[in-house]
């Protein structure tokens, strides 16, 4: 595709353009080749930062923290601090790597693009305080920008801050009463702790609203097993939780979601099938674990059961991951 827009000989602009779109589909071989023909025509503060990003995307930050270095002084804007920012960090210099975001966010015009990947950065590195506090000041700057205000809700939930994004939730849905992107977080939210019945209302609001990611199931799920009576509640869960299953097979927390509405069913054969795959996804999956063990027993299985009780209590030991949540919130709001 790259030698056939190379034929056509376009300008500067357009190749630029050309590789810019390959940079944004992960394309980064192809994305280079235009880059550098574009950058042969005419270069620009544009196209160096595409050609730096691209080199980081194969997997070599020094190179592009070099290619950034050819970025003027006075081209330096958000852009290329962020882009700094990641880099450094991924060349193990963390300090540095905040100094550039901090940058990044000071530097030029208020966008909303810049504060969602600052926030994502802090967030990779687990400083879900920092990414509120950011997102703070960037509700502040952009009051009427509904997904900043949605990522500031969630990930102030995420720092802890549970009242503070109850109150950011409800003011987003008074104000975009129809956005079900909104209703989903604060479904999920309400089913995290422990809400199950309200969640699951809230849930399906988003649906019936247009709402339909694997993550959304995944809570309709969780609240339908954990709120419904015991025939009800599982039929329900197990049609929310298929559905899940259709949109993301590999995923663990899915699976042994599935394992665990089949253990409640009855369905064991089905349920040590599933929750065997969680564990191949996710080994370190405690929980999965445990409940295969259930599984196992409810199969008359004694002796596999207790080796994967066993195997749970030696991860909770060992595994500093042991006890983490599926990452639906946060996914669902930055859109990943």
Known sequence: MTQTIAGLKPGAAVLAEAGHALLAAHQYVSA???????EAAGPSPAIELDLATTAFGQ???????ELLDRTPESARDGDYYLS???????SGKSQDALRALEQAVGTGAQRPDRYRRAAVFL??????????Q?????????PDNREILLIEAATAELAGKSDEAEHSLAGIQNRWPEWQTAWAAHGMILDIHRHFEE????LETAVALGASGPEVYFYLADGALRSGAPNS???AAEAAIGKALDQAPADAWIQALAGRIALERGDYALSVKRLREAIRLRPAFVQAHRDLARAYRA???AGEAQTELEEAAGLEKTSSNAGEDPPYLLRLVIGR
């Open 123 to 132: 967030l990779g590195k687990g400083q879900a305080p920092e990414a509120a």
């Open 199 to 202: 969640g699951r209302k809230t």
């Open 59 to 65: 997997g070599d930050p020094a190179k592009g923290l």
């Open 299 to 301: 199969s008359g299985r």
């Open 32 to 38: 280079n080749e235009l880059l550098k023909l574009a």
């Open 84 to 90: 700094r920012a990641e880099m450094l960090d991924a």
């Open 134 to 142: 950011l997102l703070h000041r960037a509700a502040g700057a952009l």
């Open 233 to 235: 509640g599982n039929a």
